[in-house]
């Protein structure tokens, strides 16, 4: 009876126990079915958000980072995550403990090999900092519209992981014997004769890093970093402005001398197209011009739908709503009048959105129209229309020319008369 408490008792540790680890998935918000690459974006927010360094007031912060790199240790390595899949918390830790490389790293050198800078932050005193890293992005004016999430990629620089990096294929380095790992070494130069002075200059045999090494990184040639093409994801937010700027902390240039700087991407709208996936469904609406939160339009009209009316016409808007413009018959429009169409323009950017702390206004759409005269008429049609306009010309028509006030005929004046008066 006492063997059987024991095995119950020890069976119900053992449950607890796995009760309290957390998922790994959960910890980094993602489901199992989540790709490498999601993963390692996860890990990049994460570990920045609870990097102790950023979170000076916060006890619990230091844990939650050492958690979320225990996460991407454990899920990043293709057979880690397989036998975490399968066993879980304790299939991890018999592998540990037969000498598998099942973690147990130091979560500040993970997070120096993603953003440089020895594991912290880029507050501490004498701590270098990468320069900040500037790429453009081209938007369509319908992703500017309707806001959207999507990816570019760029040429980054990253720590080598094949060397971590220090260089070395055995990851094994050694101070340089020519300085002394000081990275500068002292020269004698003859100015003249008698004449002798030192010179620091930077140690030629370790490039001043005060370090050698024995074994060449393959991965890298010995550099410690390598160049990757490099996916960011990138949310575009209804409304903003073009060459609005969206800063990514400490996502540009990595190396392991200097904590990377902030990758800059600048949003600028390109030109449009019936043709491509930035308009899928072949709006007409991908012709909008637009300044700040207005936008512009141009329509076209007829000699007839100008002068006499009776039309309609339906604009598909960039999120795909109609906009119907229009004039009943005996109104006319005016060649290069321009109509305002109240909220019909660009969303007007804030912060929150169109959420419950805000309701997203618009702008306005004007619309300037065009009159297109024909080239020339039929003969049948332009002897009716000239008697017609000659008909109400005589009973109600205006005279353009009598109404200005300008002379009927020019006034020629003589040459010699203004000789005379000057006489």
């Known amino acids: ?125 004498g701590q270098r900092r990468g320069h900040n890293v500037e790429v453009k992005v081209p938007i369509s004016l319908r992703d500017f519209y309707n806001g959207r ?62 370090k050698s090494i024995k074994h060449r990184c393959s991965a890298c040639g010995g550099e410690r970093v390598v160049r990757k093409p490099t996916l960011v994801s990138l949310t575009v937010q209804r409304g903003m402005a073009d060459g609005s700027r969206v800063a990514y902390e400490n996502e540009a240039d990595a190396s392991p001398d200097y904590v990377a700087g902030d990758l800059i991407v600048t949003l600028f709208e390109k030109e449009p197209g019936l043709e491509g996936e930035d308009n899928p469904d072949k709006v007409d609406g991908v012709f909008f011009r637009r300044k700040g939160d207005d936008l512009f339009w141009r329509e076209i009209l007829s000699l007839r739908e100008a002068l006499m009316g009776d039309w309609t016409r339906n604009i598909t808007h960039l999120d795909g709503h109609v906009v119907r413009l229009g004039r009943k018959r005996g109104q006319v429009v005016q060649p290069g009048h321009v109509e305002t169409v109240a909220g019909e323009g660009m969303p007007k950017w804030d912060e929150d959105g169109d959420s419950v702390y805000h309701k997203t206004e618009f702008g306005n759409l004007f619309v300037e129209y065009t009159v297109v005269l024909p080239d020339q008429m039929d003969s049948g049609m332009e002897k009716e229309l000239w008697a017609l306009f000659q008909k109400w010309r005589a009973k109600k028509g205006v005279d353009l020319h009598k109404d200005s006030g300008r002379p009927e005929k020019p006034v020629i004046h003589d040459e010699h008369e203004h000789e005379h008066e000057e006489l």
């Open 1 to 125: 009876m006492r063997l059987l408490k024991t095995i119950l008792l020890s069976l119900l540790t053992l449950a607890q126990i796995a009760l309290c680890a957390e998922d790994y998935y959960k910890v980094l918000g993602l489901d199992k079915q989540a790709s490498e690459r999601q993963i390692k974006s996860a890990y990049r927010q994460l570990s920045k958000k609870y990097h102790p360094d950023k979170n000076p007031n916060d006890p619990t912060a230091h844990d939650k980072f050492v958690l979320v790199a225990e996460a991407y240790e454990a899920l990043s390595d293709a057979e880690s995550r397989q036998i975490y899949d399968q066993y879980g918390h304790e299939g991890l830790k018999q592998r540990k403990q037969q000498g598998g490389s099942g973690g147990g790293h130091d979560p500040f050198d993970l997070f120096s090999r993603f953003f440089g800078g020895g594991g912290h932050y880029g507050n501490q005193p």
């Open 149 to 210: 999430t999507t990816e570019f990629q760029w040429n980054k620089q990253e720590i080598c992981e094949a060397c971590e990096g220090t260089g070395a294929a055995d990851r094994v380095v050694h101070t340089c014997q020519t300085c002394g790992g000081r990275g500068v070494r002292t020269v004698r130069q003859q100015l003249a004769p008698g004449m002798v002075t030192q010179v620091q200059m930077q140690c030629d045999a370790c490039g001043g890093r005060g």
